[in-house]
């Protein structure tokens, strides 16, 4: 689910995946995130923490940017699951959703090269 003061942002960039002939900042490499990062910075809604982030990682070379974006996707998605196994088995849940996190993390497939 998306917050809903971050809509606007995500369907400018849900248009911009979809449908490059009706989002003329495609023409011009590096416009789309541009405005989509002017108006997260922007918000209210936005935390601190990303605010910063994302001001930090505008000057820093995109993947380097990037691969440390997925490894810390990584180890909350990780937290996150533990965090909820810790709480016992859900009804019906099937296998764990921890796992798949865990798994890249220890084999190092979810970190930089």
Known sequence: MVPAQHVQAVELLLRALTDAARVPQLSHPGKVH???QARLI???GTSFEL???L???ASRDPVDALNDAET???LAR???NEAME???PVPGAGVSPGRPARDALLTGSGCRP
């Open 55 to 57: 001001e930090v990682d």
């Open 78 to 80: 990780l937290r996150l």
């Open 34 to 36: 541009q405005v989509i």
């Open 86 to 88: 810790s709480l016992g």
């Open 42 to 44: 922007a918000s209210p």
């Open 51 to 53: 605010r910063r982030r």
């Open 72 to 74: 810390l996707r990584l």
